[in-house]
């Protein structure tokens, strides 16, 4: 979300939440936003968006950018976002939380089976990106977002990229708008 923002130009203000804090002790502002205490949140004209993928369809749509200039564009964004909350955003976070010193135990067949989807889910990037410079063509859309949300953890996910998906990655960290999670989310 934060990327899509910096990458449309809209200017917004940015709200750390802590959340590894218990939930009831989080911000009463960002647990009235969202009762599920979980982010991301955006706040738009007052009204509170949740899920990040249906925030970066909002983007796109409200907008007109990242994908929501035309109609292509939009089913593009909807199908490579929807793609990721089903495939990516479903092991990419568990095996980086799995690395994690003190982090969930995982079995290791769960863990097999975390690594087995993220090959499907490899192939199938490849199979998406083709020999485009991004997963939206030439310019990078929300779709391109909602991958690098996890794509980025690779390392820490103790996961490879193919050769096509490292190429996409050096192409996404090379963009102006992109930070570091730091960057993006200052702890003030
Ligand atoms: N499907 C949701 C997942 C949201 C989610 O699980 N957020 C996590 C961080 S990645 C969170 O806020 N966890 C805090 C908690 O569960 O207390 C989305 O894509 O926005």
Request: proline share 6%.
């Amino acid at each position: 979300m934060a990327l899509a923002l910096g990458l449309a130009g809209l200017a917004h203000r940015v709200h750390r939440v802590d959340i590894w804090a218990v939930p009831a002790t989080r911000p009463a502002a960002f647990l009235a936003a969202n009762p599920a205490a979980e982010v991301p949140v955006l706040i738009l004209d007052g009204a509170a968006h949740v899920q990040s993928g249906a925030i970066l369809l909002e983007i796109a749509g409200r907008f007109a950018c990242l994908g929501g200039e035309s109609a292509e564009g939009m089913r593009r964004a909807r199908e490579l976002v929807i793609w990721e909350a089903n495939r990516i955003g479903m092991c990419l976070p568990q095996l980086k939380e799995a690395q994690r010193p003190g982090g969930e135990v995982f079995a290791p067949d769960v863990l097999d089976w975390l690594r087995m989807r993220f090959a499907a889910d490899a192939r199938r990037f490849d199979l998406l990106l083709g020999d485009t410079t991004f997963l939206h063509g030439d310019r990078p859309g929300v779709g391109d977002c909602a991958v690098w949300g996890y794509a980025q953890w690779l390392d820490a996910a103790g996961v490879m990229p193919t050769p096509s998906m490292a190429g996409w990655l050096g192409r996404m960290r090379g963009l102006d708008a992109m930070r570091s999670p730091e960057a993006f989310f200052p702890t003030r």
